[in-house]
Nanobody
Framework: QVQLVESGGGLVQAGGSLRLSCVVS????????GAWYRQAPGKQRELVAI???????NYADSVKGRFTISRDNAKNTVYLQMNSLEPDDTAVYYC??????????????WGRGTQVTVSS
């Protein structure tokens, strides 16, 4: 019933910017934690950024100063603003959300991912 849909990925040149969106729909009250992960071919999935219900944030060292995670509680949406993109940022980006539910205790969900490709 609960779905996460990522959007905003695409092809961009090094130094460019993209903004990813993760819309959480279904029977939820709101989002507790929102996070972005990424996985490049042949690499393990890694945590990129996380935002709490109080809007505190943490980032992987590789993206600090370049990426910003944010949220819009009214829209049940988590964003990832990516600036100064580098070829090493190329990956499939996945949204993960731990939500407040009327029927379950703090369930978490994954989106299907969106491709980000950075050319040099």
């Amino acid at each position: 019933q609960v779905q996460l849909v990522e959007s905003g990925g695409g092809l961009v040149q090094a130094g460019g910017s993209l903004r990813l969106s993760c819309v959480v729909s279904g029977s939820i009250i709101g989002i507790n934690f929102g996070a972005w992960y990424r996985q490049a071919p042949g690499k393990q999935r890694e945590l990129v950024a996380i935002i709490t219900s109080a809007s505190s944030t943490n980032y992987a060292d590789s993206v600090k100063g370049r990426f910003t995670i944010s949220r819009d509680n009214a829209k049940n949406t988590v964003y990832l603003q990516m600036n100064s993109l580098e070829p090493d940022d190329t990956a499939v980006y996945y949204c993960n959300a731990n939500v407040m539910s009327r029927t379950e205790l703090n369930p978490s969900y994954w989106g299907r991912g969106t491709q980000v490709t950075v050319s040099s």
